[in-house]
């Protein structure tokens, strides 16, 4: 059977979507309304927890940062499908075993691999 959908069918998330955006938009209204408005020279500087700020904000910063990030999220990524292989393990039975044995050998290689590289090292 094939269900056949029309606009009304709809019509709840819309008005979620609405409900949502209203919310959204009276909350910034009612804080710019009645928020403080205190401005001065002392205000807007910076803050970081009571030590004086010096130097320049930009300081560039080393790449084995931003690639321990990118790992993080790729990996991250990966041991999320391990999640929907752990709820149906019993019912994929043996070649689910198979597949999910070869995603982590794959997934180990990539990690032991990065390793080697020397990724992870910190000077």
Do not use: H
Not at 68 to 78: G, N, Q, R, Y
Not at 101 to 120: C, D, N, Q
Request: aromatic letters at 18%.
């Amino acid at each position: 059977m094939n269900p056949t959908y029309t606009a009304l069918d709809f019509l709840p998330i819309l008005m979620q979507f609405g409900v949502a955006a209203a919310f959204v938009a009276f909350t910034l209204a009612m804080m710019a309304i009645l928020g403080p408005k205190r401005a001065g020279s002392v205000k807007d500087l910076s803050f970081e927890c009571g030590i004086e700020s010096e130097g320049n904000a930009r300081v560039p910063y080393s790449i084995k940062y931003f690639l321990v990030a990118i790992l993080f999220v790729l990996f991250d990524v990966e041991v999320i499908f391990l999640y929907p292989w752990a709820v149906n393990f019993k019912s994929l039975g043996l070649t689910g075993l198979i597949e999910m044995t070869i995603f982590v050998s794959f997934f180990l290689f990539g990690f032991f691999y990065i390793v080697k590289r020397g990724a992870l090292d910190w000077e």
